[in-house]
């Protein structure tokens, strides 16, 4: 167990350093640094070299990254180029509204896929099961935006119930307007829902005929104490990296949902941003999005493999 | 169950069928340039138009006859690349040196930080949105996921046992990997490039829907999307269309991949 939690963790380190190192050389060494973004709107090679100057790109590259590693522990990830402000103000801002769309799809997946799972794996074949599987194959693979807008044509603009757009709404606006979040979180919400929910019922269904449970029903275990005590830590497990993963997509899914319904969170501002090409806003919005990504790997794999030790997972 | 199971074929092959034949011979049914343009904005279907026009005035059927190729040719591209990356490294990292094993696999999990479609916005932003560089990128990104399953495959104690008793026999590294374990892998490998077909369209689809790669006078189904998503109550065709295509080749080859699944559950149970 600790040679796999320091194992593991060795890998997130690494893993860290990575993106740090990956999300510096978008802004430094890769063509179509800072500079020549501004060398456009700037024209002469005097103002572009006096500007390499300004920003240290000039300097060596250690010294750069070192400097640039500094002012991230301080919180300085510089500012933006289109306002001039410094990039963590609009990040700030943007948050909250990523927040009310994300926690409360990441709160129906918690509690309702492995609930769905654990009844329709329990009963194989049952209508609920075979309604859960179809709407997990059907919703697989179904981008976010297609979804989202045949929702909207369907519900808002055919059916009138409820609000095709939330343009220009910010946290305080949609928590006076909840409605509003309805589509969006719904849209968030289902695909996941489903995968997670198909992963915990192939796990219950495959622990509860396994020999161990039979082995435990021998030895006049009560099914509910099965089910409980071994059948669902172990389909757990498994689930749990699934989950992980599933807090991956919710990230990648508020992207396309807040652009489809316009909402003004860390999705549209990380589209922004890559359409203004402002790199070190582009380079906030990265390190945030990646550094969650890992984080939440790391804690997925750990808790799988609490839970289902024999299991060798990596990443 | 066995009765939904028997009549599902066909369904899942018309969702997968329509687009990808719309995909194929579209572009030869409709003739000319997708982008002419010239008729009124956003009109509904009529005069002329079957489907209505775009928000550029161009004919909606035309375009999304042009737009599926794009959709199909770059997942499948995409598709290559990982594997013709992915199935090298993961025969490299099932070979007899450990040392190369450890680095390739540890060195693929560090891939796994950066979720797809944050690659694909970062290139973006570096200036790199051409329609290359977008599948190349979404191919690698499957690597670590080809190469794994391709040392499992490999590693299989049965494939193992087989490719020392060739070894004995005499038999060379090019018989071994190329007739051997390509015939091996064939299975895994195609029931997993069915399976990563759907999330290499989902991660193409939703970049271009996000701007990120085609222009945005392009055809392509996702951005038709994108362009006419505002005008999606005056004129609902135009976006309707080409996202209930898109939609039919994702669950439609999903439907297909399941089955497939299923069978090979039933026959080694």
């Known amino acids: 167990m600790r040679r796999y939690v320091l194992r593991r963790s060795l890998l997130a380190v690494l893993q860290c350093l990575v993106v740090l190192v990956a999300v510096f050389a978008v802004g430094?060494?890769?063509?179509?640094?800072?500079?020549?973004?501004?060398?456009?709107?700037?024209?002469?090679?005097?103002?572009?070299?006096?500007?390499?100057?300004?920003?240290?790109?000039?300097?060596?590259?250690?010294?750069?990254?070192?400097?640039?590693?500094?002012?991230?522990?301080?919180?300085?990830?510089?500012?933006?180029?289109?306002?001039?402000?410094?990039?963590?103000?609009?990040?700030?801002?943007?948050?909250?509204?990523?927040?009310?769309?994300?926690?409360?799809a990441l709160l129906l997946v918690t509690v309702l896929a492995p609930l769905a799972g654990t009844v329709s794996g329990l009963r194989e074949g049952s209508r609920a099961d075979r309604a859960l599987n179809t709407a997990?194959?059907?919703?697989?693979?179904?981008?976010?935006?297609?979804?989202?807008?045949?929702?909207?044509?369907?519900?808002?603009l055919a059916a009138g119930l409820?609000?095709?757009?939330?343009?220009?709404?910010?946290?305080?606006?949609?928590?006076?307007?909840?409605?509003?979040?309805v589509l969006p979180v719904a849209v968030l919400t289902a695909r996941h829902l489903c995968d997670?929910?198909?992963?915990?019922?192939?796990?219950?269904?495959?622990?509860?005929?396994?020999?161990?449970?039979?082995?435990?029903?021998?030895?006049?275990?009560?099914?509910?104490?099965?089910?409980?005590?071994?059948?669902?830590?172990g389909a757990l497990g498994p689930a749990a990296q699934q989950y992980a993963r599933c807090v991956e997509g919710l990230l990648g899914g508020a992207v396309l949902v807040e652009a489809v319904f316009g909402l003004r969170g860390m999705g549209t501002g990380f589209v922004e941003a890559v359409q203004n090409r402002d790199l070190p806003q582009v380079q906030a919005y990265a390190l945030v999005f990646a550094g969650t990504v890992v984080a939440v790997n790391l804690v997925g794999d750990l808790v799988a493999h609490r839970l289902a030790p024999r299991r060798e997972v990596t990443a | 169950?066995?009765?939904?199971?028997?009549?599902?074929?066909?369904?899942?092959?018309?969702?997968?069928?329509?687009?990808?034949?719309?995909?194929?011979?579209?572009?030869?049914?409709?003739?000319?340039?997708?982008?002419?343009?010239?008729?009124?904005?956003?009109?509904p279907p009529g005069d002329g138009h079957p489907l209505g026009t775009d928000v550029l005035g161009r004919d909606v059927l035309r375009l999304v006859l042009h737009g599926g190729a794009s959709v199909l040719g770059s997942a499948l591209g995409a598709l290559l690349v990982g594997a013709a990356v992915g199935v090298p490294l993961g025969l490299?990292?099932?070979g007899e040196r450990r040392v190369l094993d450890e680095s390739v696999m540890r060195g693929?999990?560090?891939?796994?930080?950066?979720?797809?479609?944050?690659?694909?916005?970062?290139?973006?932003?570096?200036?790199?949105?051409?329609?290359?560089?977008?599948?190349?990128?979404?191919?690698?990104?499957?690597?670590?996921?080809?190469?794994?399953?391709?040392?499992?495959?490999?590693?299989?104690?049965?494939?193992?046992?087989?490719?020392?008793a060739l070894r004995m026999q005499g038999r060379g590294w090019a018989y071994?990997?190329?007739?051997?374990?390509?015939?091996?892998?064939?299975?895994?490998?195609?029931?997993?490039?069915?399976?990563?077909?759907?999330?290499v369209l989902y991660l193409l689809a939703s970049a271009n829907f996000l701007g990120l790669g085609l222009p945005s006078s392009s055809p392509d189904w996702a951005v038709l999307v994108e362009r006419n998503s505002d005008a999606l109550f005056t004129q609902p065709a135009a976006v309707l269309v080409p996202a209930g295509l898109l939609t039919c080749l994702c669950v439609g080859g999903n439907l297909l991949v399941d089955r497939a699944l299923a069978r090979r559950r039933e026959v080694r149970p």
């Open chain 1, 28 to 104: 430094s060494l890769l063509p179509g640094d800072t500079a020549d973004v501004l060398r456009g709107e700037l024209g002469t090679p005097e103002q572009v070299a006096a500007l390499r100057t300004e920003l240290g790109l000039d300097e060596p590259v250690s010294t750069r990254f070192v400097h640039w590693l500094g002012g991230l522990f301080t919180g300085d990830l510089g500012n933006s180029l289109t306002t001039g402000l410094p990039v963590g103000e609009d990040l700030g801002r943007r948050v909250g509204v990523t927040l009310l769309l994300g926690a409360p």
């Open chain 1, 162 to 181: 409820l609000p095709a757009t939330a343009v220009g709404m910010d946290a305080a606006a949609l928590l006076a307007r909840p409605a509003v979040l």
């Open chain 2, 92 to 94: 490299l990292a099932a």
């Open chain 2, 1 to 43: 169950m066995s009765a939904a199971r028997g009549r599902r074929p066909w369904i899942a092959l018309a969702l997968l069928g329509t687009p990808v034949l719309v995909a194929v011979v579209g572009p030869w049914a409709a003739g000319g340039s997708p982008s002419t343009q010239g008729a009124l904005p956003s009109r």
């Open chain 1, 136 to 156: 997990a194959v059907l919703l697989h693979a179904v981008p976010e935006f297609v979804l989202g807008l045949l929702l909207v044509a369907s519900v808002s």
């Open chain 1, 196 to 233: 997670l929910a198909r992963q915990v019922r192939a796990g219950v269904a495959a622990e509860r005929h396994g020999a161990v449970a039979a082995h435990l029903r021998l030895l006049g275990m009560r099914e509910r104490t099965v089910v409980l005590r071994h059948v669902l830590p």
């Open chain 2, 176 to 199: 071994v990997h190329l007739r051997h374990l390509a015939r091996q892998l064939a299975a895994p490998l195609a029931t997993d490039a069915a399976g990563r077909f759907s999330v």
């Open chain 2, 108 to 164: 693929l999990d560090l891939l796994l930080a950066f979720p797809g479609l944050l690659v694909l916005m970062t290139l973006a932003a570096t200036g790199h949105r051409e329609w290359y560089w977008l599948v190349a990128v979404a191919g690698v990104l499957q690597v670590p996921a080809v190469a794994r399953l391709v040392r499992g495959a490999a590693l299989a104690p049965s494939a193992r046992t087989v490719v020392e």
